[in-house]
């Protein structure tokens, strides 16, 4: 079993800057990877930024230059670095983890395990 824990959401103004976190415990090894998703009010749930079979950053069109995904293999953790935000990135956002291993980055299917999420509020 695997837990993913959010945190680092919050109210900001446009232009401002957050950093998420998702914490993973349970059965971390092997081939475990995780990724973002966020989704909107009215809205589907949509890929934010993670990473594919090879390892190569992929990021939503909406998010790049603005928005970096890293990870720390030693924490279990893995991060988005937002930066300016805009009133349309309000959303709830979403940790996502599969231990198979890195596959289609924005496929909800391929991920086994989800976080509560974390709300991020962007003000004009």
């Known amino acids: 079993l695997v837990q993913l824990a959010e945190s680092g959401g919050g109210s900001v103004q446009a232009g401002g800057s957050l950093r998420l976190s998702c914490a993973a415990s349970?059965?971390?090894?092997?081939?475990?990877?995780m990724g973002w998703f966020r989704q909107a009010p009215g809205k589907e749930r949509e890929g934010v930024a993670a990473f594919d079979t090879n390892g190569t950053l992929t990021y939503a069109d909406s998010v790049k230059g603005r928005f970096t995904i890293s990870k720390d293999n030693g924490k279990n953790t893995v991060y988005l670095q937002m930066n300016s935000l805009k009133p349309e990135d309000t959303a709830l956002y979403y940790c996502?983890?599969?231990?198979?291993?890195?596959?289609?980055?924005?496929?909800?299917?391929?991920?086994?395990?989800w976080g509560q999420g974390t709300q991020v509020t962007v003000s004009s």
């Open positions: 996502a983890a599969v231990r198979h291993g890195c596959g289609l980055p924005f496929a909800e299917g391929w991920y086994d395990y």
């Open positions: 349970g059965y971390t090894s092997g081939r475990f990877c």
